[in-house]
């Protein structure tokens, strides 16, 4: 033990007597002295303490989803959260309710009301639940959704209707329309409705709308704009009316010029359900069937054709059916008087009655003759017969009557004709026993007397037509003696009246030949 503090004390004096050559190493001297003077070292300056971490924070964005008008939440990450908790209020102060928790960066409040106004904060949570830090309150307005709109056409004047179901917080609509899908749309229309008709489109244009949903509560609640639909207007349907031409019978459809319309094609069916063909293409409003048959009913619908695109062509029009007619009795036409009133051809028999002689007309079973004393009074069912004959035996001489015929239908009284109407007047009896003879003393002419009348027209040709000869004179006997007179001819006698209206009725011509 002794030896070992020996030891100790001897290193002890060994540091003692080197200590002042090592702080001789180790002086410093100042830069450009010459001295070696020892300058003390400048104090340092004090360290800034290490900045605190910076607090977490969460900036939360709002906006609404342009389809369903709903609000939209979005935020950055948070260092460290699991998940993220949404609040919602219905005033900014009042009690905030949990109403979503997500992993994801976004939520959207689908239980949002459009028109009225949420206030959200959330909330970002650690993995053991704990907040980390919760963002400002930030207000927004639920919006409209978007209408999702469908766009036809309008089957009876091919104009664009759009249609939308109804949006929930919408007061009304408004449409927007352009002519072009990038163009520029302009407001047309306000509506309550869900369906709107552009009355204002153009056959053969197209259009394109979009509609915005206007809400009840506030406009800041207005919806985005709808989907854009594209329609082109097309041509309006014909409005069709269906008659029978008098004299055919036939079925004649007419209508007035479509819009934007070329040419019209017209189908036929024997039933309203059954198969329709096309029986015609014109370029006229006006269309007869001539094919079809009397007593039997067709069905027609008739088709605008554009002039610029099939797409264009209008709807069907909505069908008409007519039965067709007989066609009219016709008494040929032989001339007109100066009051232009037809002349036909009636012949009169001995006894002055007057016999009708027509066509026969297909479809037609028998036929009716009526007589009225008038043109506008009432006429009276005179007979019904199956032939193209009728002789009107009951009326008087001296007087005009009026006359229809009508062609009664074989399968329906539907297809019955028009009436063919004529004016007549029954002629005085023909002139009986007329005689001629030739002497010295010239022609001599006699006759029975007829009784009624107010003379005779004596006429005389090379042939038996009175057409063809010349008039002599008139007499009010019945026997004539005349010098001037010659042989070798045929003789006329015509026995005549003056009505009171200055016409003049007359009996058939009554012939002699004189050698």
């Known amino acids: 033990m002794k030896r070992l503090l020996s030891m100790l004390l001897a290193v002890m004096m060994m540091l003692t007597l080197m200590a002042p050559a090592a702080f001789a190493d180790n002086e410093t001297t100042t830069p450009g002295t010459e001295t070696g003077e020892v300058v003390d070292p400048e104090p340092s300056e004090t360290p800034e303490p290490p900045a605190e971490p910076a607090a977490p924070t969460i900036e939360v964005t709002a906006s609404n989803n342009p389809t369903s008008g709903k609000v939209v939440l979005t935020w950055a990450a948070v260092d460290g959260a699991a998940k993220y908790e949404v609040y919602r209020s219905g005033t900014k102060t009042g009690e905030y309710k949990l109403y979503y928790t997500t992993t994801k960066l976004s939520y959207t409040n689908t239980s949002a009301y459009a028109g009225y106004w949420y206030h959200y904060k959330v909330k970002a949570l650690d993995a053991n639940g704990a907040e980390i830090v919760t963002s400002d309150i930030i207000t927004q307005c639920a919006d409209c959704a978007a209408p999702v709109i469908t766009a036809g056409n309008r089957a009876s004047n091919g104009k664009v209707t759009l249609k939308w179901k109804a949006v929930y917080g919408a007061e009304k609509y408004a449409i927007y329309r352009a002519t072009a899908r990038n163009g ?12 709107y008709t552009n009355t204002t489109s153009k056959a053969n244009v197209t259009y394109y709308y979009k509609v915005m949903a206007l809400a009840s509560r506030t406009a800041s609640a207005n919806s985005a704009f709808s989907n854009i639909a594209a329609r082109t207007c097309d041509v309006a349907a014909p409005v069709v009316k269906a008659s029978n031409d008098a004299e055919t019978g036939k079925v004649v459809l007419t209508w007035k010029p479509v819009e934007g319309a070329a040419k019209y094609e017209v189908y036929r069916s024997g039933t309203k359900d059954g198969t329709y063909k096309l029986y015609c293409t014109l370029t006229g409003t006006t269309y007869t069937n001539t094919s079809a048959n009397a007593g039997y009913t067709y069905y027609y619908k008739v088709k605008a054709i554009s002039k610029v695109m099939p797409e264009g062509n209008s709807a069907f029009s909505t069908v008409v059916s007519r039965t067709c007619d007989c ?119 006699k006759w029975d007397p007829v009784k009624g009348v107010d003379g005779y027209i004596i006429a005389m040709g090379s042939s ?51 050698k």
């Open 184 to 195: 520029e749309y302009v407001r047309q229309y306000t509506t309550t409705s869900t369906s």
């Open 464 to 514: 038996k037509d009175i057409d063809k000869m010349k008039g002599v004179y008139t007499v009010e006997d019945t026997k004539v003696t005349d010098s001037r007179l010659s042989s070798g001819y045929w003789y006329a006698v015509i026995a005549y009246k003056y009505r009171s209206d200055g016409n003049v009725i007359t009996s058939v011509p009554s012939y002699v030949f004189v």
């Open 327 to 445: 066609a009219m009795p016709s008494l040929e036409l032989i001339d007109y008087d100066t009051d232009g009133t037809p002349l036909y051809y009636i012949d009169y028999n001995n006894n002055g009655n007057i016999i009708f002689k027509w066509s026969k007309v297909s479809g037609a079973g028998s036929y009716k003759v009526y007589r009225s004393g008038t043109m506008n009074g009432t006429y009276k069912l005179l007979g019904e017969t199956k032939s193209t004959t009728f002789t009107d035996k009951t009326a008087t001489a001296g007087y005009y009557y009026y006359y229809k015929i009508v062609a009664i239908s074989s399968r329906t009284s539907y297809a019955n004709s028009a009436a063919f109407q004529v004016v007549a007047a029954p002629s005085f009896p023909a002139v009986k026993n007329l005689k001629g003879s030739s002497s010295s003393s010239g022609i001599t002419l």
